[in-house]
């Protein structure tokens, strides 16, 4: 059974840091493709990391030189790393995992599995 379990949300002041775990298990890990993504209230669902099995990472604009992405294939745990946070990223956080980064092209679709989400908040 495909399991993503999201844990490390929580309030933040502006400027804050949190670091957000998604823990895997159920398939192959370490050939899969892993992403973050977020969700605020009335907004489209998008990406904010991913990171491919060969360690390539790839980030927008809005969270670059702000949010890390990494991931440990023996442990099957992800990790992303934010800093500097703003109000604008106050949102619900979900990790998933597709098959291939390339042919996902950081659609949300792609990502077959996913977790339940972990809820940021940062106040200004």
């Known amino acids: 059974q495909v399991q993503l379990v999201e844990s490390g949300g929580g309030s933040v002041q502006s400027g804050g840091s949190l670091r957000l775990s998604c823990a895997a298990s159920?398939?192959?890990?370490?050939?899969?493709?892993m992403g973050w993504f977020r969700q605020a209230p009335g907004k489209e669902r998008e990406v904010v990391a991913i990171?491919?099995?060969?360690?390539?990472?790839w980030y927008p604009d809005s969270v670059k030189g702000r949010f890390t992405i990494s991931r440990d294939n023996i442990k099957g745990t992800s990790y992303l790393q934010m800093y500097s946070l703003k109000p604008e990223d106050t949102a619900m956080y979900y990790c998933?995992?597709?098959?291939?980064?390339?042919?996902?092209?950081?659609?949300?679709?792609?990502?077959?599995?996913r977790g339940q989400g972990t809820q940021v908040t940062v106040s200004s």
């Open positions: 998933a995992a597709a098959p291939s980064c390339y042919r996902s092209a950081g659609s949300w679709g792609a990502f077959g599995y």
């Open positions: 159920g398939f192959t890990y370490s050939s899969y493709c």
């Open positions: 990171m491919d099995t060969d360690g390539s990472t």
